[in-house]
């Protein structure tokens, strides 16, 4: 294909993972910074569509923006659509805290792409898992020292670039660079 | 002044509040549910300035709202301006825990009132506290049970009425409602 995409986003981490991820479908994916403001919502295909909205005027067709969120079962959905901001406050250490000697530690991370080209197109992508009882591992960003994805005893920030193969983030963009493929192929096909 | 002012909420709380407060500066206030969506932001005036933005057009001159958050100090200030959220989520037990055993329990209830009457007008009314170490005392909402202000010994939820001579919300409408006062002498001593 060989194409480029605009990424919207300010976090390094997340553009990083889509960056490797793009590769392996000959995507090569640009971060760009660009002022929006994410409205309060439970429902992150709201918030990413409404962002997504607010950027198409001036950004134009083909860029993407992704929001995510860690939903912890036992905390009613906490903090989902506001994992960023907790993050930034009360952080992995909170998350723990507020799990002490909670024997239900079923957690799921959510991504959903919201992609421009004229029209909006929504990617979700999950994975299930539970929150470890301490922090582990280096790599990643955000909650990812405190996820252990379903089949696994590692945490995501132990995994290193294997979490690209089986996140929330892996899944969306998996289907949405599947998407563009096609798209592409039946647009050159003819 | 005889005046009836929209109260935009679906806080039955929180119009209770406002009502009773409303009543000893002579305002009636009505309750009104409009939607609208409130952005994500750490700045309560922001959040509530896009809030009256939103609904200005619909719902024209003549109304106002309130954004509140509890923010607590040793905790960066979480849940802030997602109180409503994270009450709704881990609730006062869930901050009573991050708080186990720490020394610093200072905290923060902040309300910021939007009125809009052609212009807009912020009002910001503060009182400083601290959390308790168990929920206290059924009156009130949200935080209430955990709330206690300087120079007392009592919870916002066991001092019932009481709360209104003291809070954030007495604050913030006391100027509201006093600038209110002033405005309309102005406007009909001529």
Redesign the interface.
């Known amino acids: 294909m060989g194409e480029t995409l605009r990424f919207v986003t300010s976090n390094r981490g997340k553009y990083e993972e889509f960056r490797r991820m793009g590769s392996r479908f000959g995507v090569e994916i640009e971060m760009v910074e660009a002022s929006y ?6 429902d992150l295909e709201e918030i990413a569509l ?1 962002s997504c909205r607010q950027l198409a005027g001036s950004l134009g067709e083909g860029f993407f923006l992704e929001d995510a969120g860690l939903f912890v079962d036992s ?6 659509p ?1 994992s960023s ?2 993050y ?3 952080g992995n250490d ?1 998350i723990l ?2 799990l ?1 000697g909670e024997e239900d530690r079923r957690a799921r991370f959510v991504s959903v792409i919201c992609h421009f080209d004229g029209e909006y197109h929504l990617f979700r992508g999950e994975v299930v898992g539970k929150i470890s009882t301490e922090k582990r591992g280096e790599a990643g960003f955000g909650f990812d020292p405190i996820f252990v994805p379903e089949g696994h005893t590692r945490t995501f920030a132990e995994m290193g670039p294997k979490k690209d193969l089986i996140s929330h983030r892996a899944r969306s963009s998996e289907i949405f660079f599947r998407t563009l493929a096609e798209g592409s192929a039946r647009c050159c096909s003819g």
């Open positions: 403001r994410e409205i309060q919502s439970d409404d905390l009613g959905g906490f903090p989902g506001f901001y907790v930034s406050t009360i909170g805290r507020l002490e």
